[in-house]
């Protein structure tokens, strides 16, 4: 029997809808408190330096009000550390952040990086915050974030959502067995595997299949489905997406 694996929903594109017009609607918050409801076991949101999405009042009453861990997604930034640092969320997952991108394009290089991510991580986990470095699936981030002393590590799944092509089976199959090899080398040393971006309940199965992820932090294919069927439904086919590929 294997370990059963949490659903992160990520809740940042509620507040992209509410953002759009500028009203207090659809209240982010409200939605995390649903999918938890509904089976999320966290939620995880991402205060970008911009304020695209997530806002800095939208931190504080998740963790007034959420009856489950919450995930901060932030990036390597005294600002970012100072808000972590005051709210106090369950973990915090350091992600790569350019203001022109869209998404997150890929993970963070902790292993060039190591000299400005080894003083926040130790910030981080003096406070009893859980780190998590948002990395690509190779040898070289794994090593980086055991030198890091990161608890945790989330795989960047976007390459392979990406690759959902009928001539690409083959890149896909090849990227499936890095974030499979990945995961296993984080694990063998301790850390706890995540991943995510770019799921959906059509792509999710090989990724909940692999036996060393603990975790997926799933958003935009989730808000986008609950469009048409609510968000708890949209929560409920996910978790059972996964809990099929898990056996
Ligand atoms: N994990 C991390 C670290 C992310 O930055 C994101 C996107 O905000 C996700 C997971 C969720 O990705 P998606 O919205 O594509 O499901």
């Known amino acids: ?64 009000e959420l009856p489950v861990p919450l995930n901060l997604e932030m990036a390597a930034t005294d600002e970012m550390l100072a808000i972590a640092l005051r ?3 369950h973990a915090a997952c350091i992600v790569p952040e350019k203001r022109e991108e869209r998404t997150t394009e890929g993970g963070i290089d902790a292993a060039g990086q190591f ?29 980086a974030a055991i030198r890091l002393a990161a608890p945790v590590v989330e795989l960047h799944t976007g390459r392979y959502a990406e690759l959902d092509g009928p001539d690409q089976a083959g890149a896909r199959e090849v990227e499936l067995r890095r974030l499979a090899d990945a995961a296993a080398l984080a694990a063998k040393n301790g850390i706890e595997v995540h991943a ?23 958003g935009h294919a989730l808000i986008a489905d609950a469009l048409f069927v609510g968000l708890a439904e949209a929560v409920r086919a996910m978790r059972a997406a996964m809990d099929a590929a898990r056996g």
Do not use: K, W
Request: charged residues 25%.
């Open 1 to 64: 029997m294997s370990v059963r694996l949490r659903l992160g929903v990520n809740i940042d594109h509620v507040a992209t809808v509410r953002n759009a017009r500028g009203t207090d609607y659809p209240d982010p918050v409200a939605a995390a408190l649903l999918a938890a409801s509904a089976g999320a076991d966290g939620i995880t949101a991402h205060l970008r330096e911009d304020r695209r999405h997530i806002r800095d009042d939208d931190i504080a009453r998740l963790r007034a």
């Open 87 to 89: 709210h106090r969320p």
């Open 115 to 143: 000299a400005r991510l080894a003083p926040m991580c130790a910030a981080l986990a003096q406070a009893g915050i859980r780190v998590s470095l948002f990395i690509e699936p190779s040898a070289e981030q794994i090593d």
């Open 196 to 218: 995510g971006h770019g799921l959906t309940t059509g792509n999710v199965a090989p990724i909940a299949a692999i036996p060393q992820v603990r975790e997926l932090n799933i």
